[in-house]
């Protein structure tokens, strides 16, 4: 066989982890991209392609990072009305602004901002739950990042819908218009078991087995919560969405903080998956969800940053720091949620969360080339003994250096290619102005 054309050939890569079933890594190694795809990965690759070559000494190649929970738009909210107690910041901050500004203009601009900080420190693919999903989608398209995209649907009046059955109805025609749309994955999202009625929550769960997308809910986010549901229902929450049969593989639990060990069981039996947010946990004193204790009993656990209104940022890198050292210290213990299993919940075990694992996740042939490149040649990462503590324990979102979606290149010499950030700053500082008028 002679040399065959490649569109891209990353090459002399100082550490490849492929976060594969067995973490195979490579070390200055070599990845070949074509149509959008990797098709080819190794030691001395670069040989048998001839095409476009990005030379990466110094470099720490990683699967694209999924963010398994956000409200991207909110970006237009951080930090607003922090340091309040939560019922505080909900009815005096958060609530009157979206209440006023909420618009397909509002989650266009907000969501612009959250994919250029997303793109820059490394995630490829984001789970979003939020209002006017469609601008969500316009700004995803053109960018080329992927997103699972669900409408918040709670059981009174919101920017997406005036009633919970017009928030499903919506619902669907987004998933008919997107199903065809290579970076967009729709999913359903009713808000939490305080907010929707058994009978939302399993007409919606319903329209998640008829179309086979994303079940997108808050669980057991607060003792407030499990408080109300116990009063409500008589069960715990995980225990009453079990009761009215919405939890499968489908599911992905937002938050998880209060599960019981029984409530965990449920979860595993169930093959729901957890999307833990521990950096606005802590901002919002939620309180610290049992991590460790789901992934020992066999439950699929990703990282999500929430929105920036609780957290207040969306670099991935910082929140699996975060979670790996919040759980070693609360259990007392520092083998508790190791390097490993921490750069897993952002790469493999967040594609197996939004059951996109077939696709992305992992560097391995015949999957998207969805690839982040971490600068590791800079005296705070030096020396490198391991590289997965590395990036855990010692990176930054700052220090990624090139991101790769589906072959094309988004960020290079960190510099994010689609989009200008003066014209974002500029929407920022728009925005921040209407806002601030509401407490005038």
């Not at 610290?288 to 940022?313: F, K, L, Q, Y």
Request: hydrophobic share 40%; glycine share 8%; charged share 25%.
């Amino acid at each position: 066989m002679g040399v065959k054309s490649a569109d891209l050939i990353l090459t002399d890569i100082d550490y490849i982890l492929t976060m594969d079933d067995n973490l195979t890594e490579i070390q200055g190694g070599d990845i070949v991209i074509k149509d959008g795809k990797i098709v080819d990965i190794g030691k001395d690759k670069k040989n048998e392609y001839f095409g476009k070559t990005v030379v990466c000494r110094g470099k720490i190649a990683l699967p694209g990072f999924v963010n398994t929970h956000t409200h991207a738009a909110m970006t237009l909210l951080r930090g607003y009305g922090s340091d309040n107690p939560l019922k505080v910041w909900l009815e005096e901050y958060i609530w009157p602004a979206e209440g006023k500004f909420v618009s397909y203009e509002f989650v266009k601009d907000g969501t612009e901002i959250a994919v250029y900080e997303m793109l820059r420190t490394g995630t490829t693919t984001f789970v979003d739950m939020y209002f006017f999903e469609n601008a969500v989608a316009d700004v995803i398209s053109e960018i080329g990042i992927r997103g699972v995209l669900s409408t918040g649907i709670l059981d009174f009046p919101t920017p997406g819908a005036k009633t919970p059955d017009e928030g499903i109805e919506r619902t669907v025609e987004f998933i008919k218009e997107h199903r065809d749309n290579p970076f967009v994955y729709p999913a359903i999202g009713p808000h939490a078991p305080y907010t929707c009625s058994p009978e939302t929550l399993k007409k919606a769960f319903k329209v998640s087995q008829e179309y086979d997308v994303l079940y997108h809910i808050h669980i057991a986010e607060t003792e407030f919560e499990v408080s109300t549901v116990k009063e409500k229902y008589g069960k715990t929450p995980v225990e009453h969405l079990d009761s009215i049969g919405v939890l499968s593989e489908r599911t992905l639990a937002a938050h998880m903080v209060y599960p019981s060990d029984r409530e965990i069981d449920i979860l595993a039996e169930r093959g729901v998956k957890v999307a833990h947010c521990p950096e606005s946990n802590l901002k919002l004193a939620s309180g610290i969800a049992p991590v460790p204790e789901m992934i020992e009993r066999g439950v699929t656990v990703g990282v999500g940053t929430d929105g920036t209104a609780s957290n207040d940022d969306l670099d991935i890198i910082g929140e699996i720091s975060t979670a790996a050292k919040l759980h070693k210290g609360y259990r007392k213990n520092p083998t508790v949620l190791n390097a490993r299993e921490a750069l897993l919940m952002a790469t493999r075990w967040g594609a197996e969360a939004v059951r996109l694992d077939s696709v992305i996740g992992t560097l391995e042939t015949g999957k998207f080339a969805d690839i982040v490149l971490i600068d590791v040649s800079q005296p705070h990462l030096s020396p490198l003994y391991d590289p997965y503590t590395q990036v855990v324990y010692s990176a930054r979102g700052s220090d990624v250096d090139t991101v790769i979606v589906g072959g094309e290149i988004k960020v290079l010499n960190k510099k994010v290619i689609p989009l200008d950030r003066d014209y974002l700053l500029d929407r920022a500082n728009y925005w921040k102005e209407k806002i601030e008028s509401i407490k005038k």
